[in-house]
Structures are given as structure tokens and as C-alpha cells.
């Protein structure tokens, strides 16, 4: 880039910026959705090992939503 210090400086920001937003997206995307959505999962399978009662199945995808749900809420405190 050519041109005043100044100018230099704000096209290298404007161009940082645009890599931000991707990797933002990339990495985190929209981080209250996943939670949203993991929370709900969870709460689903608790309904329905209330309803049905408890299976090795549907321990086994408690503990799988339980997992997604935590690494949701990580992924939310590092944001």
C-alpha cells in the first residue's frame, strides 16, 4: 500500500476486519443458537427418559447432550 501513514494504517485495519468476521463465523458461529439448541436436545431426552424411563440408549445420548451442551456453554465463555 502506498499513501500517508494514516491511510496505510486504516486499509490494514478495514482488511483485519474482514478476516476477523470470517474466522469468527468459522470458529464460533452463532454461539447463542448452538446453546440454545444443545439446551433444548438436552432437555428432550430428559423428557423422554422421564416418560419412558431410562435405557442404555437413552442414557448414552443424555451423556452425548450433556457433552454437547458443556462444550456450547465453553465455547460461549470464551466469546
Do not use: R, Y
Request: hydrophobic share 40%.
Amino acid at each position: 500500500m502506498v499513501g500517508c501513514p494514516m491511510f496505510i494504517l486504516n486499509q490494514k485495519l478495514k482488511n483485519l476486519k474482514h478476516k476477523l468476521k470470517f474466522w469468527n463465523k468459522n470458529v464460533f458461529g452463532n454461539i447463542n443458537t448452538l446453546v440454545k439448541e444443545a439446551e433444548q436436545k438436552l432437555i428432550s431426552i430428559q423428557a423422554d427418559i422421564d416418560i419412558n424411563g431410562a435405557s442404555e440408549a437413552l442414557l448414552g445420548n443424555q451423556k452425548s447432550a450433556q457433552i454437547d451442551f458443556e462444550k456450547a456453554l465453553n465455547k460461549e465463555e470464551e466469546f
